[in-house]
């Protein structure tokens, strides 16, 4: 089961009938708390795909959309999160134009439509180096990075589809100013 970490909610689902309630990790072990005991040593989970798959959608859209504004407008997200109805990037701006927000979200649908794949991998510090990374990382040792061929790598710990198209479609809900950074709200999927 998926922890909660960097903006994406727990996994769901069940372990040996008992409901999980929440997944966190602490200093490397991952805990899942359930509802009831478990009884047994050995233990059968199923993850509530559902949901996962909606994760995965949000999450990456978010990647997708943050290499849109970057690309176009040098526009940096400073954070994500993702919510039980939609998720919201803020970006390091504090204006955003119709236009802007239109050319951003075409981009993200546009290599949405492409299906381009999604490859996750763990690189060593000499080829960290050499990608184009849009923020640096914040841990050591070998880092798990997650690229669009030609258009985004991330270091990211977060659930993925295989490809660009898993996404579905992003749309932008809405954008308002928040002091210093515009709080972006959007949703993928079908």
């Keep these: 089961f998926y922890p909660q970490g960097g903006g994406q909610p727990a996994d769901a689902g069940t372990l040996n009938g008992a409901a999980v309630l929440d997944v966190?990790?602490?200093?490397?072990?991952?805990?899942?708390?359930?509802?009831?005991?478990?009884?047994?040593?050995?233990?059968?989970?199923?993850?509530?795909?559902?949901?996962?798959?909606?994760?995965?959608?949000?999450?990456?859209?978010?990647?997708?959309?943050?290499?849109?504004?970057?690309?176009?407008?040098?526009?940096?997200?400073?954070?994500?999160?993702?919510?039980?109805?939609?998720?919201?990037?803020?970006?390091?701006?504090?204006?955003?134009?119709?236009?802007?927000?239109?050319?951003?979200?075409?981009?993200?649908?546009?290599v949405i439509w492409e299906d381009r794949p999604i490859l996750a991998r763990f690189v060593n510090t000499e080829e960290l180096a050499q990608l184009p990374l849009r923020k640096p990382p914040t841990v050591a040792g070998p880092v798990r990075i997650v690229s669009v061929p030609d258009f985004d790598h991330s270091a990211?710990?977060?659930?993925?589809?295989?490809?660009?198209g898993g996404v579905g479609v992003l749309h932008l809900r809405r954008w308002e100013r928040r002091g210093d950074v515009t709080r972006v709200e959007f949703l993928c999927g079908g």
């Excluded at 040098?74 to 204006?95: K, N, Q």
């Excluded at 710990?157 to 660009?164: E, K, V």
């Design 156 to 164: 990211c710990g977060g659930t993925h589809p295989r490809a660009t």
């Design 24 to 110: 966190q990790v602490e200093d490397g072990v991952i805990w899942h708390m359930l509802d009831q005991e478990l009884e047994a040593d050995l233990a059968q989970g199923t993850i509530d795909w559902t949901r996962r798959f909606d994760h995965m959608q949000q999450h990456h859209g978010q990647h997708l959309l943050s290499a849109a504004f970057e690309r176009l407008y040098g526009l940096r997200t400073v954070s994500f999160h993702l919510g039980p109805f939609a998720a919201t990037i803020d970006l390091a701006a504090t204006e955003l134009t119709p236009t802007q927000t239109a050319a951003a979200e075409d981009l993200t649908n546009q």
